[in-house]
T-cell receptor, first 109, second 115 residues
Framework: KQEVTQIPAALSVPEGENLVLNCSFT??????LQWFRQDPGKGLTSLLL?????REQTSGRLNASLDKSSGRSTLYIAASQPGDSATYLC????????FGTGTSLTVIP | NAGVMQNPRHLVRRRGQEARLRCSPM?????VYWYRQLPEEGLKFMVY????????ESGMPKERFSAEFPKEGPSILRIQQVVRGDSAAYFC?????????????FGPGTRLTVL
């Protein structure tokens, strides 16, 4: 069974700092990996989707990479802003959709 | 193009009552997924449906829970005889095709509280 782990569980950084969120998965047989953002009491907003044949995807200040062989994905956020404060979830798609438990990010003004 | 709609946004039920959660997928999406997020836990897959078909219900509890996605109308997640442990946020997502290759779009969720 696929297990998805996100480290750290919580992260606090000053505004303007670049940061990396980590996601690891135990079964490399995935179709894709998706990163989401969840604000308190809200639903999930899709950030980036990386197909299994791809290495990375970029959207604005966000860059996500995927290394299937090592079972890892990273989400890089450049020049962090207070508005980036949220919980970030990764999800690996295999025979089901498996979520990590998330990294709670706080960007301090 | 409206996003995934869920209603109600908040639902309070007493133990033993029934809860009905509705999900309208994005226009053009025929694949619907339900997830549950328990307090302090991650999102867990429950069920995957296409119109009039349950594709994968391996994440659904064996009793009291059922889901449908009729030809017309929203997808319904039904919980019979609710218990306190059912209190959670229930999220619906939709995609235009199978999740193997398609991005999933999530609704705002229904927060169920069982008294």
């Amino acid at each position: 069974k696929q297990e998805v782990t996100q480290i750290p569980a919580a992260l606090s950084v000053p505004e303007g700092e670049n940061l990396v969120l980590n996601c690891s998965f135990t079964d490399s047989a995935i179709y894709n990996l998706q990163w989401f953002r969840q604000d308190p009491g809200k639903g999930l907003t899709s950030l980036l989707l990386i197909q299994s044949s791809q290495r990375e995807q970029t959207s604005g200040r966000l860059n996500a990479s995927l290394d299937k062989s090592s079972g890892r994905s990273t989400l890089y956020i450049a020049a962090s802003q207070p508005g980036d404060s949220a919980t970030y979830l990764c999800a690996a798609t295999g025979n089901q959709f498996y979520f990590g438990t998330g990294t709670s990010l706080t960007v301090i003004p | 193009n409206a996003g995934v709609m869920q209603n109600p946004r908040h639902l309070v039920r007493r133990r033993g009552q029934e809860a009905r959660l509705r999900c309208s997928p994005m226009k053009g999406h025929s694949h619907v997924y339900w997830y549950r997020q328990l307090p302090e836990e991650g999102l867990k897959f429950m069920v995957y449906l296409q119109k009039e078909n349950i594709i994968d219900e391996s994440g659904m509890p064996k009793e009291r829970f059922s889901a449908e996605f009729p030809k017309e109308g929203p997808s319904i997640l039904r919980i019979q005889q609710v218990v306190r442990g059912d209190s959670a946020a229930y999220f619906c997502a939709s995609s235009p095709g199978t999740y193997s290759y398609n991005e999933q779009f999530f609704g705002p969720g229904t927060r169920l509280t069982v008294l």
